[in-house]
């Protein structure tokens, strides 16, 4: 009897069908997550007015080269390099003989995005990827000998990449582990911060980070609920939100309202990620970063960020810092709004280095 043959390809399997005519999970939608062979499919869902899964629309492109004012040669810098959507836009602007620095601090996606931009032929001469927070960017800048940056682009907030994956933690549409780390190596997670905060600084956090009128209630419940049960699970933390504040469930007869839901997550991940001492850190250093006549262009998504950056830039713009700055918030127009509807909330600011 013959040996059987080592060198024979292994049996196909079959994709794993999935319940209805579209697949739901993120891990089902296969055809999104792997755009390079399906573009005809994912052109429908971008067609849609949808994000494909795992991937992330670039904001306000269109405002933001035009506030960057990028020229050939330059050395600009992403601070947060995401998908690699503004990069890619800016490193087309700043050649020939420019260079952009990216930085980022999801270990996950970022390998992703370096292995993309490569791909699109964007070499070591003129794509450097720092994994670091980019309020250590003065650092960065002096390790790489760069004295001052020709422009400066800070996209704030979560990618689409991050949010639509449960496995990371920052939805409650699909069940989760309550994690909302941006860097998932660097403790703690949601879980272990909410198991240790104290009642009246989780109510300071749902107020300070959201905007949460009902703070001190939901403070005060989630914070007696965790001793019966540890909130561990994202679905877990919105079914317990849902029934402090007594809003319809999904499935109910009732249409539900999930806007605290997405409130009380969203401060969590601001607190969790130190999110606004992080966005602080970098507004001190940023005009040191800028050369002279430097540009730099912020995309906030919330009033707490907004907040920030506005009395930054105008006090700068006060103090001779800056010699121009943006008048008031820029917003995306009509028809990136109906393309892509998360830009809704995008706010975008500038300004110019004296």
């Known amino acids: 009897m013959s040996e059987p043959d080592s060198s024979s390809p292994a049996p196909h399997k079959r994709r794993p069908r999935y319940a209805g005519k579209n697949p739901r999970r993120f891990a089902e939608k296969y055809k999104e997550l792997r755009p390079e062979r399906y573009t005809d499919d994912v052109a429908k869902v971008l067609a849609a007015g ?111 990449m991050q949010l639509d994956d449960p496995a990371r933690g920052f939805t409650f549409k699909a069940d989760g582990p309550l994690d909302l780390r941006l860097n998932p190596t660097r403790p703690p997670s949601a879980a272990e ?28 419940e989630l914070v007696m609920r965790r001793e019966r049960a540890p909130f561990t699970r994202t679905r877990q933390l919105a079914d317990a939100i849902r029934d402090v504040l007594r809003l319809p469930k999904p499935g109910s007869d009732r249409e539900p309202d999930d806007t605290p839901v997405r409130r009380v997550f969203q401060a969590l991940r601001i607190a969790v990620n130190d999110e606004f001492g992080v966005l602080d850190q970098f507004l001190r250093h940023l005009p040191s970063c800028l050369k002279s006549g430097g540009r730099v262009a912020i995309l906030t998504f919330h009033s707490g960020e907004d907040r920030r950056v506005k009395h930054a830039l105008k006090a700068g713009l006060r103090d001779g810092v800056y010699t121009a700055a943006s008048d008031d918030i820029i917003r995306a127009g009509p028809e990136e709004l109906r393309a892509n509807p998360r830009s809704a909330s995008a706010k975008l600011r500038w300004a110019v280095r004296a």
């Open 50 to 160: 949808k994000t494909p899964a795992g991937s992330h629309r670039p904001i306000m492109v269109g405002e933001i080269l035009e506030a960057l004012a990028l020229q050939p040669g330059e050395v600009v810098v992403d601070c947060t390099l995401g998908y690699g959507g503004h990069a890619r836009e800016m490193l087309a602007q700043v050649a020939p003989g420019g260079r952009l620095i990216g930085l980022d601090v999801d270990p996950v996606e970022q390998p992703k995005t370096i292995a993309r931009l490569r791909a699109a032929g964007f070499d070591e001469k003129v794509f450097t990827p720092v994994r670091r927070n980019f309020a250590g960017l003065p650092q960065v800048l002096a390790e790489l000998g760069v004295a001052g940056a020709a422009a400066i682009l800070a996209d704030l907030g979560v990618s689409s």
């Open 193 to 220: 911060w909410l198991a240790k905060v104290k009642e009246a600084d989780l109510a300071a956090v749902l107020t300070e980070n959201a905007d949460e009128p009902r703070a001190d209630l939901l403070a005060r």
